[in-house]
């Protein structure tokens, strides 16, 4: 059974996508990142970077200890590998997969995460007029980037549907509160819809979706704890 560390971000979904697409059995664990959970002693065994998703698979191929592995772009690979679904294994087959994972974890999911954090954040913080823009045009960048690619062939990796395009997918849903219009880009857009309308996409950007963090119950003490856990993350020091 795989167990998936998880909460309900589109970092999250690529994962519940793929296991649902696959039909492959899994345990969805609580990972509360508005309470904090990623920095449980727990979780940081399996996830030093303190953030989620993270995996533990109790059965790893060939036996042995339990695989706990972080970073959605490589628990994709090795959720597909193993599943032997969606990554092709020949040399050119997988490096075509694989230049649109690495693309997609330090391009797309990066600019379109601090593309929603700054449009989001108002003038709380002062003028923020420079980081809106600058995130805002580089995610329509990367529409362009997406759009290009999906105008030359069906999907983003050639003629057959794999992780490059389950991992792409839920960074482009919430597509309006990153300042763009999908209907620029007809081909995205002709892959967007089909990649919406099939069932395990829709079951992976579900799950979880009744989960939620209701920060009016909490003490002000307890919120001005998690105030200072979560903002102006800094190093973790070492333990004693
Ligand atoms: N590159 C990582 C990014 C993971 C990530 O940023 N996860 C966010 C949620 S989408 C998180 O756990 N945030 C916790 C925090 O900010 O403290 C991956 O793709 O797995």
Redesign the pocket.
Known sequence: MIDLHY?P????K?VTILLEECGTPYNLVQ?N?GR?D??KDEFLKICP?????AIVDHAPVGGGEPIGL????A?MMYLAEKAGKFYPQDVRGRYEVNQWIIWQ?ANQ??KS?ECGHFRRLGDSQGDQAYAVRRFTDEVNRLFGVLNNQLYKQPYLAGNEYTIADMICYPWTVNWESQGQDINEFKYFKRWFDELSARPAVQKGMAAGSDWTVDFSKLSPEERERLRKM?YN?RARPVPA
């Open positions: 909460w971000t589109p970092n999250g690529k990972c990142i904090g990623q920095f970077n303190n953030r989620m998703p972080f970073e959605s772009g628990i974890m999911g990066p995460g979560l993350q």
